[in-house]
């Protein structure tokens, strides 16, 4: 496939091209289960899905198969009364279920809900009860968490029997697919509609709710296409977690609606498996978060093992992209690994393109994706010049594939007129690409998860140990960036020895064991201003220097 000039094609970038790919009308209304399964499932030999269990048994999906088995799910949820406009929420890991699951809910015209693996019961009951959600599917694994989630749905296990957990699921996954008919006809959406219900970490308060409108699909088609380079030769592997809005939305809805084949490994990320799985499956395009690629660069040892891996292009997002990691990658799997940026609201809008061709910055998240224009502004809402810093922004008036309608339930206002606020901070380049240069509030980014210290805080303060705390980021060779947590507690707890791992603890059940603070630090006070507000980036500060003095 030859390569195209970036300059050449965002001068004439047109979204008709992309809308003439559909089967259905954004006018008259689409569904997005039909997009990115029905549309390939024509070829009965066509493979949608290869798996791998934890167990080990692995096997391969057709999109004709998953047609079927997303018209039983459909059947089912409309059974129960479930459909148009409500959420269904799914706990499990990558597993055919998950897929079945998310394309089932979408032909039903349902909005699908992703609750990541790791989060505890206190953020599931969250989400559960922001979004009054009908109907929550999970496995034995994670079945223990729903006992303390209070106004828990219906239920349903993916499990042979009821009897492989405590207590009584409202339905057994395996026994209801068996009841419905392998036809269901898709409902259709408008273009505004939503089809996702994702939330994202905020500086205050609880996780925002953000729903995705069916009019998002031609974004996502334009990320995979030309940012990740997807080809219909490719084995394509996104490592990232279906949980979270990068896995859900090109792990799963991106290269489905490009008719590839995705990958989901049911394991837990080490170095020797994620090699192992590159080897086993051909992958040759390759998607994950900085963290894994200095994973297995740490462990370039093994890569002798492993001599059949072939990569083509890999893509890395989540968090700025070491220089040293893109000259690893280069040099050990002889690849280049392209940088991209973007949020759970818009989605991906920035990238070193592996299907444009133009001149590549290092430590640059690249150039606006064609459909959206992205500035940065400075304090009174002006744009910067060249070579200048502001918050980065996307010119709503000028991006045709913007598809970010605003927190679900009004939760924070991020538009300034025509301009979307991101809360990142970058350098203008000057030449259409922008270099982050970090957060203009108080998210911590660790091994690419989005963390909002807000609910870190508020769940230590669940503990009875804990008068008050305040949680920041301190910077961590591997993981980018690490949870600490500076904790005022009542007198009678000084002197428990075991307090701190007490607290690691109760974050890791009720929140999530990727957001739990791996250091606490005891104090008497923290920094405030005159008006009482914790001036977090004097422990920001403080927490630099300790490691700084570490390394």
Known sequence: MDTTSYDVFAETFSVDPILQ???????????????ICDRHADDPERVGLRYERIDGTSGEITFAELQKDAARF??????????????V?????????????VLGTLRAGAVYQPLFTAFGSGAIE?????????????????????ADVKGLPKT??????????????DFLFGEEMAKQPETFDPVKLGPEEPFLQMFTSGTTGKSKGVAVPVRALPAFYMYMRYAVGLRPSDNFWNVADPGWAYGLYYAIVGPLLLGCTTHFNEAGFTAENTFEFLRKYRITNLAAAPTAYRLLKANENLLKDYPEIDLRVASSAGEPLNPEVITWVKRALDCVVCDHY??????????????????????????????????????????????????LAVDREQSPLFFFQGYTWNEKDPFRGKYYLTGDVVVSNGDGSHSYTGRDDDIITSAGYRIGPAEVESCLLEHEAVVESAVVGKPDEKRGAIVKAYVVTRPEFDGVDDLAEQLKQHVRTRLSTHSYPREIEFVTELPKTSSGKIQRFLLRKQAAEEAEGAA
């Open 74 to 87: 459909a059947g089912f949820l409309q059974s129960q009364g479930i459909g148009r406009g409500d959420r």
């Open 156 to 169: 349903m296990l993916v499990a042979d029997s009821r009897d492989a957990v405590e207590g009584t699921p």
């Open 89 to 101: 929420a799914c706990l499990l890991p990558r597993t055919p279920e998950l897929l079945i699951c």
């Open 21 to 35: 790919e559909f089967r259905g009308d954004f006018n008259d209304g689409l569904n997005v289960c039909e997009e």
């Open 342 to 391: 973007g949020q759970t609201e818009t989605g991906m809008t920035s990238a070193n393109f592996h299907e444009l061709e133009h001149t590549h910055r290092d430590a640059s998240m690249g150039y606006q994706i064609p459909g959206h224009r992205l500035v940065a502004l400075d304090a009174q809402g002006h744009e910067v010049a060249p070579g200048e810093t502001g918050e």
């Open 126 to 146: 969250y989400r559960l009860e922001k979004a009054q959600s009908k109907l929550i599917v999970t496995n034995p694994a994670q079945w223990p968490k729903l």
